[in-house]
Structure formats: C-alpha cells, structure tokens
C-alpha cells in the first residue's frame, strides 16, 4: 500500500487513476460526471453565480475545521452571500510529493462531509503533483456555481439611512484559532474556527425576509476590511458600535497579548447584514434560532447614503468616534 | 478576568471621562493652559488612540507620545547594519515582526526574504535557540531591540545558548533604556512636560524605585499605569491631583504588576550578562550609557564581534520620526505623513510599528 504521494501520482497513468477512484470518487462520488472530460450539468435558473478560491492555510488542520472543510464552506460562502443556491463545485488540488496519503484521505474526507451538508456535489476536480519543496503540502482551488431564484436577488442600491448592520456572530475566531495552531507562536486557547456553510441559514432569510440590502461574509482582511469596501462601493456611512460587536473573551485575550485587532481578523462562518430597520427583529429571529447566528448583533446602522466618499465610523466605549480603514500590510500569511 | 472587565466597562469608562475632564478644566483654570503629559510607552500611545481616549481628551489634556518604541527609537545606521546582516546566505535572521517591514536606506528584511534570503519571524527570543539548534550548519543572529522588558528575554537566550553549548547563536544587541531617555528629554527642554505617564511593563522588570530620579533631581511627578483604558484614564486623573496639589511622587497605579524593586531576577540576568553601553537613538544620537553590550566573557554571543558589517552614512529623507518620538511634532506636521509615508508603504519606523505612535496616528485618528 502507497504511504506518500509521488510524482508518478500526477502522470496520469495508473496510478493517477488508482488516486482518484480510491480517494476523491470514493468520496465524492458522482461517478456520471466521470464518463466526459467536463461535467454536465441542468439549468433551472436564468441567472448563474460563479465563483472560484484557493485555499493554502497553515497549518492544514486545525481546531474546527481542515483545508477541505474551508475549501467547501468558503466557496459556498461566497455564492450564499451574493444571494445564490449553491448547486457544485469543482476542486483542483495541488500536491506535494510525499504528502501523507492518509491527510489526503482526511481533507478529502472532510471535503465530502461539508459538501453533503451544504447540499452541493463535487462534480469535477484535478489533481497535480509537483516536486518536493514546490508547494507546501497541499494547495486546493475550488470553483462554486449556484443558481439565483428571482425571489432571492439582493437589491443593494436599495441601502437608506436608517438601515441596520448585523453581525451573525463572535467575530475573530478563525483568525485565533490558526494562530494556536500555528504551534510556533506558543498561545494555547480553546478557540475553534467559526468555518462553517452558510447557505441553509441564509437562503432561509432570503426566503422568509424582504429587507435584506447586501450580505458580505467578512473572511480576509475582517470586518473592517469588509465594511470598509462595501461602504465605498455603495457610497454609504456606516457608524459601528464598539461595545455591540460580540466578541470572545478568549479571542479578545489573545488579541491583547498579540497585538492584533479582532475587527481585522478573518471568520469563516459569519455574514455581515444590512437590513431594513423595519425588519430588524425579523431577521434576529430567524439567525438566533439557527446554529450558526444564535450569537447575531446588531452592531451598527447606515448614517449617510450618496456620499462621494464611503466610510465606515467607530464609536469607542468612551462615546468618541474614529474611523476605520482597510487593514493594511501584514497581519497573518495563509490564513485561508 | 472580572476584575478585567471592569477596566473596559463603558459606564465607568464615561464616568472617568468626565472625572479628568473636570480636573483638567480646573487645572487650566488655575495655571492659564491645559496640562502637557508624556506617555512614555509605545503600548499606551496606541491604547490612547484606539479606544479615543486622545481624540476625546484632546482639548482638555495635551498627551505627547513619549520615546517609548522599541523599533522607532533604533537608529537608521543600526537598521542598515542589520538588513545588510542578511546579506550573506549561511545566516537565518531572527526578530520581532514589526522589524521585518522597517525599511532600510536600500531595502526592508520583508524585500530580503522575497529574495530568498533566511529571515524569521518569532514572538519570543527563545524561539531561535531552536532554529539555532536544527540548524548546525548555519549562523543564527537575533536582531535584539527593545527596551527593559524585552531585555531580559533577550538575555535568556544567551543563557539557554551556554547551557546548550551553542556555537552558531549570536545576538546584534540595540536595547534602549527608559531613564537615560528620559533624562535626555528633560534636559533638552525642548518640550516642557508637566507629568509622566510610566511605562507598565519596563516598571514590572525596573521596579517603582527606578522612577524616583524623576521627583528627586526633576521635581516632576509620575504614574506608572496599565494598559486598559480605564487604568489609562485613572492615571491622568491621578497625575493632575498631583499637578493640583503640588505634591511630588511617583505613584504606583500598577500595583498587582508592579513591585518597587521589579523583577530581582531578571535584574540579575541583566547584570550577570550585559555592561552599560552608549547607544545611538534615532534624531537624538549617541547617550552615555543608554543602552546594554554582551560583556567580554560572552563575545561569543555577540554577533556585533564576530560579523564585520560596514555600512555608508544613511540617505537623508524628510522622515521626521527623530523629533516624533520625543513629542516636539506630532506625525500631522510631518510633510510625509499619510502621504508618502503609510503603513503599506512606510518610510520611518514610526509608521510601522505596532506601537508607532505615527501609526497609531494613521490607524486611529486620522479623519480624512
């Protein structure tokens, strides 16, 4: 039995087809999708979302959650948020020699799990091998597309002054829970990664809810980052409030001793709201009532729409106010 | 961890506003102007900013960001010697993230290891004892800022070095102290400061007692603070009492960290270990024994004797973080700041580091 990945493992020869049957069709399945050299799939949509990641964190797994798991939940993260069904996706992996098969085996694993609670399929993948200290383990990209129901278009030129900005949960906690992991640093929290599909939460406010202006699920770069970009695309003021954003204390803790800020941190597992104040309690039901938004907050609220410049404001405990930008330069390599 | 939260509670936060606002107001009331405070710590520059506290307190209390940044205090000559350290292939740099983005008058460490060359990041110092051990074959030099906190740690490797037998583990020492600063500052006049706000963490390894030169030789008052924001404002609030009163002392507000003789036992690591040695700062120059070298007996850590680096005079720019880290300007009367100058594309160390006070300016108080 073959321990490690080898170069011949992406030849395309036997043993290529020796991997992909034992180990992504084992798990995957969808063995229809392998008689063509693309897959075939059913419109039932006039409109599709496409979008595609790669995925190269560090350390491979770690609590929570593993490069597969992320893989899956990220992609279909992306097309929830834009208001889609995700339908599949595709996974292109990039090996190094002499990867463990057995991590293979358990990413691949991890991979087929988190699709099936998605409810999306796997339908075509790749698989190269390259040498020794050319990647660093294991790299995968994936491709998601899902289907927009008219019902479930987002109207965010909709956004007035007055509507509200939702957090679906703690903020922060992916980002800490790689950097425990990432053994070197020597801080040890029980932190596990928020990594998580969203799509069965969200398509459920989308079905029951009008009010919704835009989601954005705020991975690389944290809220912050991500309200800052949305405020400037659509001209808008966004006032945040300190105090209202859940935090955890751990991740708070291991913040203070890192020097980071957990508004710049990466998550995983949450979507960033804005709502029609009107349906404000609305949607806190619906997200309170699932798994994944029992934590939801109302942190902010849109100030000032049409403005040449958007911005996004924080007003600190103090009830002084400071502004919020981009996060810039490094904070943590291979988060995602 | 309850005593914690109440240092962040927004209610006692606003309440020890309004308590400093009041004190403030009466002491210019009195004397005619509003209270000038030094933060010497680099940590308490970017608290003041980022919880608001220097926006809100700004027309009240004028708080000027003291010399207390490890990483903006270094010279750009010390700089240049240690990104030119780099150089040579059979050496792994170690050091403390915020020194991989300084750039150097020709190129940053971060633009050295996009070449190729070995540099790493740790959090602890002890970290690169390791390396040092998996690694036999190479040279592995640590990049040694910091003030008396860090200090210590530094120090630990030299000892954890010996005890291992290590031959490839070397430190390129430019540690700063606090007092030879301070005094610096003071007898320059260049600013006249009505109080101190004491660095928390340097006082947890120098003690109290090493602040008592400031009421005895300076007649001016100190309080040595933690790092949450109600700490901060008790601080302030406990150092205009004095302004008021006109008593003189150094209080200890850090009480469950602080004791008055420090950390006897990295006091005497220190001691075991390092000689006095003049240290040159950034827009200030050399200070008489500002600063710690390896004694003789351990040269062999001492990797300022075993690599001979020579660099050219560094390149004049605008960067004005010589006169910013001894609060004569603030980073907005800087021509560079926000600029040319911003944490993506930094021109002075100030603007890099976690605890420059020109980021802290940049990330937490810019408007525009």
Known sequence: MVQRISLTHGEGGELTHRLIKDVFIKSFGNLQHTQLDAAIIKLNASKLAVTTDCYVVKPLFFPGGDIGKLAITGTVNDLAVSGATPQAITAGFILEEGFPLRQLKLIVKSMAEEAKKAGVSIIAGDTKVVEKGSVDGLFINTTGIGFIKETHQLYPENISVGDMVIVSGTVGDHGIAIVSAREELGLMTDVQSDCASLNHLLQELLEKVDGIRVMRDPTRGGVSTSLVELCEELHCTIELEDSSIPIRQEVEGACDILGFDPLYLANEGKVLLIVDKNQIDCVLDILQNHELGKDAKVIGQITECQKEEGKVLLKTPIGSTRRLFRLSGLLLPRIC | ?368
């Open chain 2, 1 to 368: 961890m309850e005593h914690l939260i109440h240092l962040s509670n927004p209610i006692i936060l606003r309440k020890s506003l309004e308590a400093v606002i009041q004190l403030a107001e009466q002491y210019k009331k009195e004397k005619g102007r509003i209270p000038v405070l030094m933060e010497v710590c680099g940590s308490h520059t970017m608290a003041f900013a980022k919880t608001g506290i220097k926006t809100r307190l700004k027309d009240h209390v004028r708080l000027i960001a003291g010399p207390g940044c490890p990483v903006c205090v270094t010279d750009q000559k010390s700089i240049d010697t240690m990104i030119e350290l780099s150089r040579d292939t059979n050496r792994i740099l170690c050091t403390f993230g915020d020194m991989v983005r300084v750039p150097g008058s020709k190129f940053s460490l971060m633009e050295a290891k996009t070449e190729g060359k070995d540099i790493r990041v740790v959090y602890s110092p002890l970290d690169s004892i390791k390396i040092a051990e998996e690694n036999p074959e190479k040279e592995v030099i640590f990049l040694g800022i910091g003030f008396e906190t860090t200090i210590p740690i530094l120090v630990a490797t030299i000892q954890e070095a010996e005890k291992k037998g290590l031959t490839n583990y070397t430190i390129w020492m430019t540690t700063k102290l606090v007092e030879p600063i301070l005094r610096t500052l003071l007898n320059g006049k260049e600013i006249n400061i009505d109080g101190f706000l004491l660095p928390g963490h340097v006082s947890v390894v120098t003690g109290k007692n090493s602040f008592d030169f400031l009421v005895k030789e300076y007649g001016i008052s100190g309080v040595i603070t933690g790092f949450e924001p109600v700490e901060l404002l008790r601080a302030i609030y406990k150092l205009l009492q004095q302004l008021l009163s006109g008593k003189i002392e150094i209080i200890n507000d850090y009480k469950y960290m602080v004791k008055n003789d420090g950390n006897i036992v990295a006091k005497k690591l220190m001691e075991k270990y390092l000689d006095y040695h003049d240290e040159a700062w950034r827009g200030i120059g050399v200070i008489q024994n500002s600063g710690f070298i390896l004694k003789p007996e351990y040269a062999i850590f001492d990797a300022k004797k075993k690599f001979h680096v020579s660099v050219e005079e560094p390149r004049k720019t605008k960067c004005r973080c010589g006169e910013i880290i001894q609060g004569v300007i603030t980073p907005e009367e800087c021509i560079l700041f926000s600029r040319g100058c911003t944490p993506l594309f930094p021109i002075g160390p100030c603007m890099v580091s976690t605890e420059g006070t020109c980021a802290a300016h940049y990330q937490y108080m810019k408007e525009g």
